[in-house]
């Protein structure tokens, strides 16, 4: 699963969403995953006890979470196309067990 803490009022939010899950290579990486977008846009007590919870300062932010429901990754900040890529990549790997090459 792939968790995106996003906002519209987020700039490197709308930069990830045009450069780097509209990529067509990423797009096609994000097929085994299940992904559940969280709209933080709005400062009330819900997104802001997510974001703590997760001990994230804000938008953008990816969680991996596997088949168990573990958390393998997280990420904040702007992600580029190769390096979403390689994240999902070892994601992968991780839930099913495979080492990591790097």
């Excluded at 933080?40 to 994230?56: G, K």
């Excluded at 979403?84 to 067990?97: D, I, Y």
């Amino acid at each position: 699963m792939l968790i995106d803490f996003w906002a519209q009022w987020c700039v490197e939010c709308q930069r990830m969403d045009v450069e780097t899950y509209n990529n067509p290579r990423v797009e096609k990486s994000l097929h085994p995953f299940t992904l559940i977008r969280i709209d933080v846009m709005a400062n009330d007590a819900a997104p802001r006890e997510l974001l703590h919870h997760f001990h994230l300062f804000g938008p953008p932010a990816v969680l991996l979470v596997d088949h168990k429901g573990q958390m393998v990754a997280q990420y904040e900040g702007y992600e580029d196309p190769d390096t979403l890529l390689r994240h999902l990549h070892n994601a992968l790997n991780q839930s099913h067990g495979v080492p990591d090459s790097h």
